[in-house]
């Protein structure tokens, strides 16, 4: 127990206080996280969407979050972190104010992107600030705690969005406002006048087996064009989480809610006791390629285990082992890219990072919905779990071709 206890304890070790604010911005805005969750079930039982509709609703937060990716990226660069991410938290408290008023299907969809944008500006300017805030040993701890906040918010956000779903749906979009905005105004306090203290160059250097090639153009460098590639693929497959997966628990078990909450709950609540201590355990062990192959093909197995019905007991184990997939995937993804950066276009190579995961979303939601409603979800389990374990052999050839430690 007193070296589980160590173990646990020396994960936590030399992550910077800055790094820690970070996460409570993130936390903060994070437990606001109650619209998306639950957009799918929003659409379909109070606006009487149909699935085809709902895919199409939620391929616009996807083709949104692509824009907002790409402007983030560029904006990081040319305007610096800070301000972005002040001006992206408190762009999405008026759109989240007003989105209840949007019912009709060309009306939400229209928001959604809005939002969907000004939202995803924020992603290439926080995941630069934490590689700038953070050691350069301990970069991908840094993401870990930074997505660690992220799913202890992601566990209370839906299990109180789902909670308050039970009075109005209208509640969930206030609730996100409301994350929003104490984000905003905790960010600003620490960080206004707070410089970065860690030089990126220095993790391009220590990072990269040949640290004195020149800089390369995220978007004319080939072997991250292919690796973004194949995270695309992997979102598309795993984030069938955040769409037809909340679908799937209320038409095939019939879930409330309520229950639907605690489950998707479940996986930040997991996240957040396991990810930090198997980061540790993991990253000076093994490879970043022998990690990502074993964290993706976990992630489709868990997908293939909905094909079989064992009760509710059956779907937490579902639940453990795509949040023990995600934990050895996801905070390596932005460890290759910002290894693979240089000095000045940090913000160019974080930004193609998140859009390859929000170019998925343009389609992941469309291709679930209409698996599930032409073919049966079986059907979309299936092509989802296989297409996880390719992509898992996908990143252990080209994370070598990299040559990334």
Not at 229 to 239: E, G, L, Q, T
Not at 247 to 256: G, N, P, R, T
Not at 316 to 343: H, N
Request: charged share 10%; glycine share 10%.
């Amino acid at each position: 127990m007193k070296a589980l206890l160590r173990i646990y304890i020396n994960s936590y070790k030399g992550l910077s206080p800055a790094a820690w604010l970070l996460a409570l911005v993130m936390l903060i805005n994070r437990t606001g996280s109650m619209v998306i969750p639950f957009l799918g079930i929003y659409m379909s039982s109070e606006l009487h969407f149909t699935k085809p509709q709902i895919g199409i609703v939620l391929g616009c937060f996807g083709l949104g979050a692509v824009c907002g990716s790409w402007l983030g990226g560029w904006l990081t660069d040319k305007l610096g972190n800070y301000h972005v991410q002040v001006w992206s938290l408190i762009g999405v408290i008026p759109l989240f104010l007003i989105l209840p008023n949007f019912k009709t299907f060309e009306g939400l969809a229209f928001m959604i992107f809005a939002l969907s944008l000004v939202a995803d500006v924020f992603r290439p300017a926080n995941s630069v600030s934490v590689a700038r805030y953070a050691k350069p040993e301990n970069i991908t701890r840094a993401y870990s705690l930074n997505r660690m906040a992220v799913n202890l918010g992601f566990s209370i956000g839906p299990a109180l969005g789902g909670f308050l779903a039970g009075f109005s749906y209208d509640w969930i979009f206030y609730g996100n406002a409301i994350g929003a905005a104490g984000a905003a105004i905790v960010f600003v306090y620490f960080f206004r006048n707070r410089s970065p203290k860690t030089d990126l160059q220095a993790v391009h250097t220590k990072s990269l087996e040949e640290p004195s090639q020149p800089e390369k153009n995220a978007y004319t460098d080939g072997l991250f064009i292919i690796f973004s590639i194949i995270c695309c693929f992997f979102s598309m497959a795993f984030f069938q989480l955040l769409g037809t997966l909340s679908l799937f628990y209320k038409e095939v078990h019939a879930l409330e809610t309520s229950q639907i909450g605690l489950l998707l709950g479940f996986s930040g609540f997991v996240i957040v006791l396991f990810e930090m201590v198997l980061v540790h355990l993991v990253e000076h062990r093994f490879s970043v390629r022998q990690i990502m192959l074993w964290g993706t093909a976990i992630s489709g197995f868990s997908y293939l285990m909905l094909n079989l019905d064992f009760g509710i007991f059956w779907l937490f184990c579902a639940m453990f082992l795509l949040s023990t997939g995600e934990m050895l995937t996801l905070p390596f993804t932005a460890t290759v890219a910002i290894q693979r950066a240089g000095k000045n276009n940090q913000g160019a190579y974080m930004g193609l990072n998140s859009l390859s995961f929000a170019f998925a979303n343009i389609f992941a939601a469309y291709i679930g919905t209409y698996l599930a409603d032409h073919f049966g979800y079986n059907t979309l389990w299936w092509v989802t779990g296989s297409t996880l374990i390719l992509c898992g052999v996908g990143f252990y050839w080209i994370i070598g071709k990299m040559k990334t430690r």
